[in-house]
């Protein structure tokens, strides 16, 4: 029996559970609440709390605002004494609001305070608050070189400050930002299962050996994923390093001058490159155009945060001259109606296991299994070897 199913949870929940998804994540909540209404019907359980099952665990809330631009937070129910999950989709660029007559486009700094009215609006009438914020805000503002700000820190002090217990995020760019808040909760989830899963249904004649098959990490940083994709598929990693022109300074960065390649022989081998957010993109197509030189095969290009602060010209064009077979990314952040009808594009939908973490939560259980998916991974391989429907 599947775990989401299974009634498998030994304590009572935390109190009764309600979601919060802001504005920005009201797709992604649908979707999350659809499965936790699912399962607690589906499941045998007496009436140890009222409402344990219901229609929809959504509290409704709003964020008007004043012609000015302020804003104030809204609860459309009362949320005493509940287990409160908020969502909040910081890189939803796609919301407005109007500032003396003009539509102005939401900035991650407006979503961040728009999380911020919402616990203000709870007043500490909840038994406990829990933010799950996908894109962890500020987070690539993790570390100080010089008389700079530490923007991510100084968010994960105010929030907890606010009563949040519990902070889950996805793949955060630097995990040790957590020790800012070392006596809260801080949970980093890596979507590996999802991209495994979604690239063995789009690569059915893929042979997973070393002889076949490279994870790839564009950059120093993005080691540790790629580590982690490779043992558990039991091949070999490579890795680039990013040469900087420590002479000059542009946008407050050094540029980087070439992406240098360490590691094995790529020909004629599939290439998985792993990492944690495309933005502009230039740096994910420098290095498939350097791998492809390299006579590489099929290159899977996946990361969790697909942002194309850009547009997605180049990678059409890119597409066109065969420098990749699929782009992978979540449904974390905000996803343009044009992306989703690239050919090229392959949506990994997080939404039932951000349902888990939360189910899991709520009855105070341990969700160190849905953080290492090695069982499961290791159990889609097996299908995928067996020629089986993933």
Sequence with gaps: MSQETENYYEGLPVGRLGIIPLASCTSLGKKVDDYLVSWRKNRESTAILQEYQRDSFVIPSDVPRFGSGEAKGILNESVRGDDIYILVDVCNYSMTYKLCGRQTRMSPDDHYQDLKRIIAAIGGKARRINVIMPFLYESRQHKRSGRESLDCAIALQELVGMGVENIITFDAHDPRVQNSIPLHGFETVQPAYQFIKNILRNAPDMQIDSEHLMVISPDEGGMSRAIYIANNLGVDMGMFYKRRDYSTIVDGRNPIVAHEFLGADVS??????????????????????????????????????????????????????????????????????????KPWYVNCDLSKYIALIIDTLNHDSSISGLLNPVERIQKVLNKFRNHEKI
């Excluded at 155009?289 to 990361?303: G, H, I, M, P, V």
């Excluded at 969790?304 to 001259?321: I, P, S, V």
Aim: proline share 1%.
């Design 268 to 341: 004629g081998k599939d290439m998985i490159i792993i990492d944690d957010m495309i933005s502009s993109g230039d740096s994910m197509i420098e290095v498939a155009t350097l791998l492809k030189e390299q006579n590489a095969r099929n290159l899977y290009l996946c990361s969790t945060f697909g942002l194309f602060t850009n547009g997605l010209e180049k990678f059409d064009r890119a597409y066109e001259q065969g420098l990749f077979t699929k782009v992978l990314t979540t449904n974390l952040v905000y996803q343009t109606p044009e992306l989703l009808q």
